[in-house]
């Protein structure tokens, strides 16, 4: 513990350390908050630097320490870098007498979209959360990127399969390859607009580092185009087997139109 002549307020905490000055502070206990690739670790004692730690040094006294600190952590919380990746579905095909809803992929939209995951993998972009349109063509691409995704960690699929996932009509190879993450097939991704899938992204928690979500044109290109703070203009929009990887610095809750800057964007294609 030490005494000194600030008080930090818990709505001004910014990366680096902002302490705001306060008249009748008396004794006070410094907490460091340390971000880490995410992960948030508080302490109330000094701690020895740690290359590559994010520090915000916060004051406060001692009284108002139990009361501050939950903020501290979630304003800390919201600092955190988080990568969205908007990914369109591989090439899918247009049979006769199938509704759109049930497009399945070619057999290079298969392989695209391994390709996909195997690039995921390769620059450090594995989901933890999955928001994926219920359409054939959408599963059948998650399902082949989750494969890739495995293969690259060496992870082999679960034996078993969860009569859950079979008794849902889930195929059984797309609930073992999605085992190690956490998927939601969510219809506003097929059905809705821009708005609608915000919603969804705005709804992830903030423990979610990296956000992958499948979709469909137009919306998956109007949606990128909308987060990107400096867009670029692309009247083709997302090809298949494209990803649009984004950085949001802040919470998922501020995610929005200029919120986010577009990292790189990737055309999968699996060579033959």
């Known amino acids: 513990m030490e005494?000194?002549?600030?008080?930090?307020?818990?709505?001004?905490?910014?990366?680096?350390?902002?302490?705001t000055e306060a008249p009748n502070a008396k004794t006070l206990a410094e907490i460091r908050v340390e971000i880490h690739e995410g992960t948030v670790v508080a302490s109330s004692r000094r701690l020895l630097p740690v290359p590559g730690f994010a520090r915000i040094f916060w004051s406060l006294p001692v009284f108002e320490?139990?009361?501050?600190?939950?903020?501290?952590?979630?304003?800390?919380?919201?600092?955190?870098?988080?990568t969205l990746v908007l990914l369109r579905h591989a090439k899918a095909d247009s049979p006769d007498g199938i509704a759109d809803f049930d497009r399945p992929l070619t057999v290079r939209g298969h392989a695209d979209a391994m390709a996909a995951?195997?690039?995921?993998?390769?620059?450090?972009?594995?989901?933890?959360?999955?928001?994926?349109?219920?359409?054939?063509?959408?599963?059948?691409t998650w399902h082949q990127v989750a494969l890739a995704l495995a293969e690259a960690?060496?992870?082999?699929?679960?034996?078993?399969?969860?009569?859950?996932?079979?008794a849902s009509g889930v195929d059984p190879e797309t609930a073992r390859a999605a085992a190690q993450h956490e998927v939601r097939f969510e219809p506003a991704i097929y059905h809705g607009t821009t708005d609608d899938v915000?919603?969804?992204?705005?709804?992830?928690?903030?423990?979610?580092?990296?956000?992958?979500?499948?979709?469909?044109?137009?919306?998956?290109?109007?949606l990128s185009a909308l987060l990107d703070a400096t867009p670029t203009v692309d009247v083709d929009g997302l090809q298949t087997s494209t990803a649009a990887v984004h950085r949001l610095t802040g919470s998922w809750r501020?995610?929005?139109?200029?919120?986010?800057?577009?990292?790189?964007?990737?055309?999968?294609?699996?060579?033959?």
């Open 117 to 140: 995951g195997a690039w995921l993998a390769q620059n450090g972009h594995v989901p933890n959360v999955v928001l994926c349109s219920p359409a054939r063509r959408t599963r059948q």
């Open 198 to 222: 915000l919603q969804l992204i705005r709804a992830v928690d903030d423990d979610v580092s990296v956000l992958l979500l499948v979709g469909h044109n137009p919306t998956i290109s109007q």
């Open 254 to 272: 501020d995610c929005g139109p200029g919120t986010t800057s577009l990292l790189t964007t990737h055309v999968a294609r699996a060579v033959f």
């Open 153 to 166: 960690a060496g992870a082999a699929a679960p034996d078993s399969v969860p009569e859950s996932s079979i």
């Open 65 to 82: 320490e139990a009361r501050c600190f939950g903020a501290v952590i979630r304003q800390a919380g919201r600092m955190s870098h988080r």
């Open 3 to 19: 005494a000194t002549g600030h008080i930090g307020r818990c709505d001004d905490v910014e990366e680096g350390g902002v302490v």
